[in-house]
Structures are given as structure tokens and as C-alpha cells.
């Protein structure tokens, strides 16, 4: 029986030590990590070796099994079975089904290799796809369980819109991920991970690619021999021989002379020779340097005059090849040249201008049908009484034909001057494409100096880049030379504009596609319109940076997915701020939610309601929740106020699976605690009778809303002169004070020494009255006050209460 038992164990011990060696068996050594390269010539990428993960035959595989020693193992990756044998630290004999191949660890050149000289796929335009399957390889230290850590974005400059492109995707685990997005053209893109970008290279429309990235290795000089850019970036699949070159292409150019294009063209084609690389590929990089070398001519050239210019334009840039049209920086010379020409001929520069009753007729006739009523109403109106409106004053003219609505009077101005934009717009187009096509004789020159100024024509304080239908077919009239791409512009372009028109230009904004929210009331209502739902919402910035906004948006559609079905709502919410570009901010949001079928609940909120608050306590970045009683869920990490390391544990998908199981925390019993001493912020709390206390002012008020936030402001929120604050303390559990604060603006100095900081200096008194009482009911999260005599006098709902702001509604 014992001999027994111990056979048994002995078994499990074997079957321990053959699963922990088989744990081990994915770890690739250091000799065989990296990538490995053909021998022929060609510095063809063939397999990639990494801890647990290998890139073959266009994929990227985990390796499943790994076996062997002394320079010879057994591989098993998606079913392929392969050998390895090492010759030597930079040779590697790799077989398959019994067929060996020599591979280098570095790049090798063998002059008798001559390379396939294959055009590109499409040397001008077209409408495609390309697909990228990659390998990141990440650091051991990356933080991977943080929300910006599990994506990668593509992105490259879309040299027809003149807008930056964002397209996500997932990072897995093992640094894998797979992406397919569109494209127009031979494209420059780049690999972005935590807003760094780790790589740049080129695709096609139908490309398909394997990219597998080192960020670790960093190449700062020039390096002929592609040793350690081999090991950066290796590249397979259709565009593999253009980017293999490519890749060098990018760090050999580090070490080319600003100021010598001569020099620089000789020292490609000894670096670049067609022994080493297709003629293509050797014309598509010398035309890299060339534009980038003339731009920078032109551009540093200061004051240039239209005769400088024609110098330089045909120095650098006739005869143009068939592909300048695929370089972005050849869009960027063109129309640099040609305002340099237009407005250099003239010493005074271009004057435009429009009829006023020409664009009457064209609002009545073309964009009544595009604008809202809220315009035309007013507009038409105003136009019977031009004589009577020189006389009146601004706020007879608001009562007049707005009903006294400020804001609505704000929005009709600013929409006047951006449809007078537009005629401007038009004006200087016209003008422009008629002196291009005179002083531009190629037709591809011609194309992209018009597109620069189809997307360029606007003033500074612009608020989108989108061409009116108008100018877009004025565009299509200059542009239309054999081969060139107006029509795919056109298309991109068209509905864009005629959003904008509809959409974006009315800026009283349209309630079925966005709604305002301006107070807690208001916020409280649209919680109330989802009552009996479990509410999501994804807070955006003010600040409208379109990589953020895109991945936030990537994430919630995954979510939306997920949660497809259930008792889930997901708002979006743009915040508002008061500043002067706060409708580009907003516009810029529109339109790309608009571009992902995500323009639906959407609701633009004010900074002063309880959503902010909540967001203090954002689960993945910038997500919140709302329970099915509309109150605001607090993820327990929070109640608990923990670490912060510990609170990027937490995730979206198990706090809302808690709260769609009924187990959500809402601070019922912690609530009396944040009506006092919060220990975490000293700073900013006075004392009151030797005690340190909390002091909560009231922010806003709404309906029966009054919105707290626990500190005293040293300044108004918006400078309108003096203002006054409400304010309650309570100390211990059952005494409150109330203070009344009032800012006043400190007279400037006669001497004017603090002139630059005087919208900040600001002098305060207060008034203090003591003696209430007040009592919290828990479970019915009311606020009972009593006066001296201990008689109530007035009660309030608790709506939400945590550290950084406090909802009262009063009952």
C-alpha cells in the first residue's frame, strides 16, 4: 500500500515538472530573439522570434510548444511545426516540411541579386483598404492593465481633407494586434502606442502587412548596414520590399544636408543603387527628399519674391513624375508656390469682395433649405427693417426679433459672419484657380495647388476646414485635368459641407441631435426622462483633440456591443466651457461621432453639475453610472478611499454587471461623513473656533437644485465684477453655520505695477450667522434643518455628496 502511494506521488511529482517545463517551453532564447532576413539580397523579413509569440507567413502566432538545445529546437506555432538550428550568433537554418533556409540576423547585401522592378500597385488614386496585422514588442515594465496601454492607432494626414486620421485597435496580451482602414492612396502612416509614435511606414490600397515593432532599439545615426533597423521595425507582405527600404530611408535621411540637394541626391543613389532596391522605390524616396528639400527653401526664404520663387519651382520641381501626387508634401509646395507667385506680384496683396444683396438672394434661394428656423425667421424679419435697425439699439434689437434670448442673438451674428465667410471663401477661390492655372503649366502642380487652397482658403479663427458646396464645385471646374482626383475629393467633401451647413453652422444647437444641459435641473431631468434604466455616461473633454476622442469613442462602441440588449443606456457628454473657441471644440466632436454612427445621445453639459463630480471618480478614464433610480453609482474603491494604484484595477464591465445585479454603492450610510472634515485636503479649510472644518459654497442654483463644492473661491467664476456666495459649515453632527461671501475687485494701482495680475485680485468679507441645527436621515437621505427653538424649518434631499461636490434638493 505505501509502495503504492509513493509511485502515485512520484507520478504527480513527473506530471508537475512536464507541465512547469512545458510553462517554460514558449520562452524563446536570447539567441534566436529578433528578426531574421533573407540572405539573397533581398533583406526579405521571413520570421520574427519573441518571448511566447512569432511572426510567419504574415501572421502572428503564439508558440504553442518550443523544445530543444545546443543550438537545435523543435517550434510548433498555428499548426506549423518548424526547426531551428543556429550556424552562428547571426545565422539561423530554419526548416519546413523538410526544406531549409538560410536566414541572417542582420541585413545583407548580394550584388548578383537583382530585385523584382514592379511599379507601384496604383500610381494615382483610388478607394481602398489596407490591413495591418502586427507585433508590438512591449517593455516587461509596460503597465498593460491601464485603459491607454490596450490600444494601438493607426494614423496618417488625409491629404484630401487636410484632417489627421485615427483609426484604433486592440493590443492583446501578448502585444498582438490586427486593424483594417481605408485609404486613397501610397500613404506614409504611423503606429501610435500611449501617444508615442514607435513607427512609420507605407501602405497601400489592398495592402495587406505584418509589422512587428521594437520601440526599445533607438536608431540616431546614419547605419548602412540596417544592423539595428532590422531589429526596429521588419515588415512582410505586399509592400515588404518598399518598406524594408523605406525603413532605412527614414533614419538615413537624419544625416542628410539641409542645404545640399545635390550632394544628398548622390549619396542616395550610392546607398540606393538598383542592385540594392526596385527602381521604384528609389524615384518614390529621392522625391521625398526633393519636396521636403524645396519646401524648406521656399519656406526659409523670407520675403520671397514671384521671381525667387519661379526659380525655385523650376529648379526643384519641373518636370514632376507621374507619383508627386502621392507625397503630402508636394500638396504643401504647390500651394506655398503659387500664394507665393499670387500674392508677390502684387505689392499690396489681393483684395476681395462680395454683394451684400447677392448674398441675400443666395441665403433666401440655397441655404434657406440647409438652415434652421431660428435663422431664417429673424433673418427674413430683419431684412423689412434695414432702415429701422440703424437706429436701434442692441438690446431693442434682441426684444425685437429674439424675444430677448441673449444667446439666441449671439447665435444669429455668429452665424451671419460664417456664412460671410464663405462668400470670401468663394471670392479668393475664384481668383486664386484662375492665376493658378496661368502660372502652373503641370497638370499635377495644377491639382494640388488648388486642393491647398480648397482646404486652406479661411481665416484664422476658423472654425472648420470644410468646403461649402459652392467652392467645391468651382474646385471641380479648375481641377478637372485628366487623372486627377477631383471627384474623389468632391465626394469626400460634399456631405461634410452640407452637414456643416445643416448641423454645425447652427449653433443654437438642434435638440434631436444634441441637447444643452445647462443646470442640475437640467441634468436631473434627463436622468429622470431614463428612469428604470441603469445610465452609462462617457464624459469628453472641452479640449477637442481628435486621437483622445477617437479611442474614447472605439472603447464605448466595444461596450455598446457588449452590453447590447440589457437595461443600459450610454450618454455621451461633451462638456462646455466658456471660451472662444468652444464651437470648434463642439463641432469637432459632432462631426467625427457623426463619422462613427455615434451622433445619439449626445447631451453638451455644463461644468457645474453633478456629472463633473462623479467623473472625480471616473472608472477607465472618463465613464460613470448612474443606477436605475437615477442616482450616481461610487465605484466601493472610491468609498474606501484607497490608493491610487489601487483604483486603475477597477474596470467599467464589473462595476456595471454589479450595478445591473442590484449591487451598487451609493453613499447612504457614508454621507454624514463628507458633510464634515474631509482629512485628504487641508489646504483650502478654514478654522472655526479651533476646529478644522469643511466649508461647502454654493456654485449654482436651478429649480429646486443647489450645487456645493467644498471650498472658498479667492475669485468669481466668470469676471462680471463683484458676487456673491452662499456658504454652510457644518461641524461635529449636528451644528451648521452660514456665511454669506462677497468678492470685491481691489482697485487698480495708481501706478499700474500689478495691472497684469489684476483680474485675479479680488478683497472678500463675510457675514456670519450661527445656531441651526440639522439632523441626516440615512435611509431617506434627507437633510432635516431646525432653527433656535429647534422647529423645522426647511428640508432637502441628499441627490449626491461626495468630496469634491454636494446636491441639494430642496423639498
Not at 115 to 128: A, E, I, S, T, W
Not at 170 to 182: E, V
Not at 309 to 331: G, I, K, T, W
Not at 737 to 766: I, T
Request: aromatic share 12%.
Amino acid at each position: 500500500m505505501h509502495i503504492i502511494i509513493r509511485r502515485g506521488a512520484a507520478a504527480l511529482l513527473l506530471c508537475l515538472n512536464a507541465a512547469m517545463a512545458l510553462a517554460q517551453q514558449t520562452t524563446v532564447p536570447a539567441a534566436l530573439s529578433g528578426n531574421w532576413l533573407k540572405t539573397d539580397g533581398s533583406n526579405q523579413f521571413v520570421i520574427g522570434l519573441y518571448n511566447g509569440v512569432a511572426c510567419y507567413q504574415n501572421n502572428v502566432s503564439s508558440i504553442t510548444a518550443f523544445s530543444g538545445s545546443n543550438n537545435h529546437w523543435q517550434i510548433t506555432l498555428a499548426g506549423k511545426r518548424l526547426s531551428l538550428s543556429l550556424q552562428d550568433a547571426h545565422t539561423l537554418i530554419l526548416t519546413e516540411n523538410g526544406q531549409p533556409r538560410t536566414l541572417k540576423h542582420t541585413r545583407t547585401y548580394n550584388y548578383a541579386y537583382q530585385p523584382v522592378q514592379q511599379p507601384l500597385k496604383q500610381p494615382l488614386f483610388r478607394v481602398g483598404t489596407a490591413t495591418v496585422k502586427g507585433y508590438l514588442q512591449l517593455p516587461a515594465t509596460a503597465p498593460r492593465n491601464k485603459l491607454q496601454y490596450n490600444y494601438v492607432l493607426i494614423s496618417y494626414e488625409n491629404v484630401l481633407t487636410g484632417e489627421p486620421e485615427y483609426f484604433p485597435a486592440d493590443l492583446d496580451k501578448t502585444g498582438c494586434f490586427t486593424i483594417t482602414f481605408p485609404l486613397y492612396k501610397l500613404q506614409k502612416c504611423t503606429l501610435i502606442y500611449n501617444q508615442d509614435k514607435i513607427a512609420t511606414f507605407l501602405a497601400q490600397p489592398g495592402s495587406s502587412l505584418l509589422l512587428a515593432v521594437n520601440p526599445d532599439i533607438k536608431v540616431s545615426s546614419p547605419n548602412p548596414d540596417y544592423d539595428l533597423i532590422a531589429q526596429r521595425v521588419a515588415v512582410m507582405g505586399d509592400d515588404a520590399d518598399l518598406n524594408n527600404q523605406y525603413q532605412h530611408f527614414l533614419t538615413y535621411r537624419s544625416g542628410l544636408n539641409d542645404t545640399a540637394y545635390t550632394q544628398n541626391i548622390t549619396a542616395l543613389s550610392q546607398v540606393y543603387s538598383p542592385a540594392r532596391a526596385p527602381q521604384v522605390v528609389i524615384d518614390y524616396i529621392k522625391e521625398e527628399v526633393l519636396y521636403d528639400y524645396a519646401y524648406k527653401r521656399l519656406s526659409d526664404t523670407r520675403n520671397a519674391d514671384s521671381a525667387i520663387a519661379q526659380q525655385l519651382y523650376q529648379r526643384y520641381l519641373v518636370p514632376v513624375s507621374p507619383y508627386a501626387v502621392l507625397h503630402d508634401n508636394f500638396y504643401q509646395l504647390a500651394g506655398y508656390y503659387a500664394d507665393r507667385l499670387r500674392e508677390g506680384s502684387r505689392s499690396n496683396g489681393m483684395r476681395y469682395s462680395f454683394s451684400i444683396d447677392r448674398m441675400d438672394q443666395r441665403i433666401n434661394n440655397d441655404y434657406s433649405r440647409l438652415l434652421s428656423p431660428e435663422f431664417m425667421q429673424p433673418f427674413k424679419a430683419m431684412k423689412k427693417d434695414t432702415a429701422r435697425l440703424r437706429n436701434m439699439k442692441d438690446e431693442e434689437i434682441i426684444k425685437t426679433y429674439f424675444n430677448g434670448d441673449k444667446d439666441a442673438a449671439i447665435a444669429f451674428r455668429y452665424l451671419t459672419r460664417k456664412i460671410q465667410d464663405e462668400f470670401l471663401k468663394e471670392q479668393r477661390d475664384s481668383v486664386a484657380y484662375a492665376r493658378n492655372a496661368t502660372i502652373l503649366k503641370d497638370p499635377a502642380a495644377l491639382f494640388a495647388a488648388n486642393l491647398y487652397q480648397l482646404l486652406h482658403s479661411s481665416y484664422s479663427d476658423d472654425d472648420l476646414r470644410i468646403p461649402s458646396t459652392y467652392r467645391l464645385n468651382i474646385f471641380k471646374d479648375a481641377a478637372a485635368a485628366d487623372n486627377m482626383p477631383w471627384w474623389l475629393v468632391d465626394s469626400l467633401n460634399r456631405q461634410e459641407a452640407i452637414k456643416t451647413a445643416s448641423a454645425g453652422l447652427a449653433v443654437k444647437l438642434d435638440s434631436t441631435r444634441i441637447r444643452e444641459v445647462n443646470n442640475e435641473a437640467d441634468w436631473q431631468a434627463v436622468l429622470k426622462s431614463y428612469r428604470g434604466k441603469v445610465v452609462v455616461i462617457s464624459m469628453y473633454n472641452h479640449f477637442f483633440r481628435k486621437e483622445n476622442a477617437t479611442l474614447g469613442l472605439y472603447n464605448l462602441e466595444k461596450l455598446q456591443t457588449l452590453y447590447k440588449g440589457k437595461n443600459v443606456v450610454f450618454l455621451k457628454c461633451i462638456i462646455q466651457r466658456q471660451r472662444s473657441d468652444k464651437m470648434k471644440q463642439l463641432f469637432g466632436y459632432l462631426q467625427l461621432m457623426d463619422s462613427r454612427h455615434q451622433l445619439q445621445n449626445v447631451l453638451y453639459i455644463n461644468r457645474k453639475i453633478s456629472a463633473m463630480a462623479l467623473m472625480e471618480e471616473a472608472i477607465e478614464g472618463n465613464m460613470g453610472i448612474y443606477g436605475v433610480a437615477g442616482e450616481a453609482h461610487h465605484p466601493a474603491i472610491f468609498a474606501k478611499k484607497s490608493s491610487y494604484k489601487e483604483r486603475d484595477n477597477i474596470t467599467l464591465a464589473a462595476e456595471l454587471n454589479a450595478v445591473l445585479a442590484g449591487k451598487g454603492h451609493y453613499y447612504e450610510s457614508d454621507a454624514a461623513a463628507y458633510f464634515i472634515k474631509d482629512k485628504k485636503n487641508e489646504s483650502y479649510v478654514p478654522s472655526y473656533r479651533n476646529e478644522t472644518l469643511k466649508t461647502w459654497t454654493r456654485r449654482d442654483s436651478a429649480g429646486a437644485y443647489e450645487v456645493y463644492i467644498p471650498k472658498e473661491p479667492d475669485a468669481p467664476d466668470y469676471e462680471t465684477g463683484d458676487s456673491v456666495y452662499r456658504q454652510v459649515i457644518f461641524m461635529a453632527d449636528s451644528f451648521f453655520v452660514s456665511a454669506r461671501l462677497v468678492l470685491h475687485r481691489q482697485p487698480v494701482e495708481k501706478n499700474g505695477h500689478n495691472r497684469l495680475f489684476y483680474s485675479g485680485n479680488y478683497q472678500n468679507e463675510s457675514t456670519w450667522e450661527d445656531g441651526y441645527r440639522y439632523e441626516f436621515n440615512k435611509p431617506a437621505k434627507l437633510l432635516q434643518l431646525y432653527n433656535k427653538q429647534k422647529k423645522l424649518q426647511r428640508q432637502y434631499r441628499v441627490v449626491m455628496i461626495n468630496t469634491d461636490m454636494m446636491v441639494l434638493e430642496k423639498l
